[in-house]
Nanobody
Framework: QVQLVESGGGLVQAGGSLRLSCAAS????????MGWFRQAPGKEREFVAR????????YYVDTVKGRFTISRDNTKNTVYLQMNSLKPEDTAVYYC??????????????WGQGTQVTVSP
Protein backbone atom coordinates (compact mmCIF):
# COMPACT_ATOMS: atom_id res chain seq x y z
CA GLN A 1 0.00 0.00 0.00
CA VAL A 2 1.37 3.38 -0.97
CA GLN A 3 1.30 6.50 1.21
CA LEU A 4 1.22 9.95 -0.39
CA VAL A 5 2.20 13.32 1.07
CA GLU A 6 1.61 16.55 -0.85
CA SER A 7 3.44 19.83 -0.35
CA GLY A 8 3.94 23.15 -2.11
CA GLY A 9 0.54 24.74 -1.83
CA GLY A 10 0.04 28.33 -0.77
CA LEU A 11 -1.32 31.76 -1.62
CA VAL A 12 -0.38 33.32 -4.94
CA GLN A 13 -1.66 36.20 -7.04
CA ALA A 14 -3.39 35.59 -10.36
CA GLY A 15 -0.82 35.03 -13.08
CA GLY A 16 1.66 33.53 -10.67
CA SER A 17 3.09 30.03 -10.38
CA LEU A 18 3.32 27.23 -7.85
CA ARG A 19 4.86 23.77 -7.94
CA LEU A 20 3.18 21.02 -6.01
CA SER A 21 5.08 17.91 -4.96
CA CYS A 22 3.80 14.53 -3.86
CA ALA A 23 6.18 12.13 -2.14
CA ALA A 24 5.27 8.45 -2.16
CA SER A 25 6.34 5.68 0.18
CA UNK A 26 5.40 2.14 1.03
CA UNK A 27 5.07 0.82 -2.50
CA UNK A 28 6.88 0.43 -5.79
CA UNK A 29 6.41 3.98 -7.06
CA UNK A 30 7.39 3.19 -10.63
CA UNK A 31 4.49 0.73 -10.93
CA UNK A 32 1.84 3.37 -10.22
CA UNK A 33 0.13 5.76 -12.55
CA MET A 34 -0.07 9.08 -10.73
CA GLY A 35 -2.56 11.90 -10.88
CA TRP A 36 -3.64 15.20 -9.44
CA PHE A 37 -7.21 16.07 -8.52
CA ARG A 38 -8.67 19.20 -6.94
CA GLN A 39 -11.72 20.13 -4.93
CA ALA A 40 -13.02 23.66 -4.65
CA PRO A 41 -15.41 24.71 -1.86
CA GLY A 42 -18.91 23.42 -2.52
CA LYS A 43 -17.82 21.41 -5.55
CA GLU A 44 -17.00 17.79 -6.26
CA ARG A 45 -13.45 16.57 -6.57
CA GLU A 46 -12.32 16.83 -10.18
CA PHE A 47 -9.53 15.30 -12.20
CA VAL A 48 -6.69 17.67 -13.19
CA ALA A 49 -3.83 15.67 -14.70
CA ARG A 50 -2.29 12.23 -14.82
CA UNK A 51 1.02 10.67 -15.78
CA UNK A 52 1.79 7.09 -16.66
CA UNK A 53 4.02 4.91 -14.51
CA UNK A 54 7.02 5.46 -16.80
CA UNK A 55 6.33 9.15 -17.29
CA UNK A 56 5.95 8.70 -21.00
CA UNK A 57 2.30 9.68 -21.23
CA UNK A 58 0.41 12.59 -19.72
CA TYR A 59 -3.17 13.84 -19.91
CA TYR A 60 -4.85 17.03 -18.70
CA VAL A 61 -8.31 18.39 -18.20
CA ASP A 62 -9.01 21.07 -20.80
CA THR A 63 -9.13 23.90 -18.27
CA VAL A 64 -5.45 23.51 -17.34
CA LYS A 65 -3.92 22.50 -20.68
CA GLY A 66 -1.03 24.76 -21.59
CA ARG A 67 -0.75 26.09 -18.02
CA PHE A 68 -0.08 23.02 -15.85
CA THR A 69 2.58 20.35 -16.32
CA ILE A 70 2.68 17.03 -14.52
CA SER A 71 5.99 15.20 -14.19
CA ARG A 72 7.58 12.53 -12.05
CA ASP A 73 10.98 11.44 -10.83
CA ASN A 74 10.95 7.70 -10.19
CA THR A 75 14.36 7.89 -8.52
CA LYS A 76 12.89 10.23 -5.89
CA ASN A 77 9.43 8.59 -5.67
CA THR A 78 7.89 11.99 -6.34
CA VAL A 79 5.33 13.44 -8.73
CA TYR A 80 5.06 17.15 -9.44
CA LEU A 81 2.47 19.58 -10.73
CA GLN A 82 3.91 22.79 -12.12
CA MET A 83 1.13 25.37 -12.26
CA ASN A 84 1.68 28.56 -14.27
CA SER A 85 -0.62 31.45 -15.20
CA LEU A 86 -2.79 30.66 -12.20
CA LYS A 87 -6.35 31.94 -12.09
CA PRO A 88 -8.70 32.51 -9.16
CA GLU A 89 -10.79 29.58 -10.39
CA ASP A 90 -7.79 27.30 -9.75
CA THR A 91 -8.33 27.82 -6.03
CA ALA A 92 -8.90 24.43 -4.43
CA VAL A 93 -7.44 21.71 -2.29
CA TYR A 94 -5.16 19.68 -4.55
CA TYR A 95 -4.87 15.95 -3.99
CA CYS A 96 -2.28 13.51 -5.24
CA UNK A 97 -3.55 10.10 -6.32
CA UNK A 98 -2.02 6.75 -7.25
CA UNK A 99 -3.35 3.67 -8.94
CA UNK A 100 -1.81 0.77 -10.84
CA UNK A 101 -4.51 0.76 -13.50
CA UNK A 102 -6.58 3.88 -14.17
CA UNK A 103 -5.85 6.78 -11.84
CA UNK A 104 -8.58 8.82 -13.52
CA UNK A 105 -11.18 6.64 -11.75
CA UNK A 106 -11.26 8.09 -8.21
CA UNK A 107 -12.90 5.12 -6.48
CA UNK A 108 -9.82 2.89 -6.63
CA UNK A 109 -7.12 5.46 -5.90
CA UNK A 110 -4.75 5.91 -3.03
CA TRP A 111 -4.92 9.53 -1.85
CA GLY A 112 -2.79 12.09 -0.12
CA GLN A 113 -4.15 14.48 2.51
CA GLY A 114 -4.30 17.43 0.14
CA THR A 115 -2.63 20.82 -0.07
CA GLN A 116 -4.45 24.16 -0.32
CA VAL A 117 -3.88 26.40 -3.31
CA THR A 118 -5.40 29.87 -3.14
CA VAL A 119 -5.18 32.29 -6.07
CA SER A 120 -6.08 35.89 -5.34
CA PRO A 121 -7.45 38.20 -8.06
Amino acid sequence: QVQLVESGGGLVQAGGSLRLSCAASGGTFSSYNMGWFRQAPGKEREFVARISSSGGSTYYVDTVKGRFTISRDNTKNTVYLQMNSLKPEDTAVYYCAADKFNVMIPANNYWGQGTQVTVSP
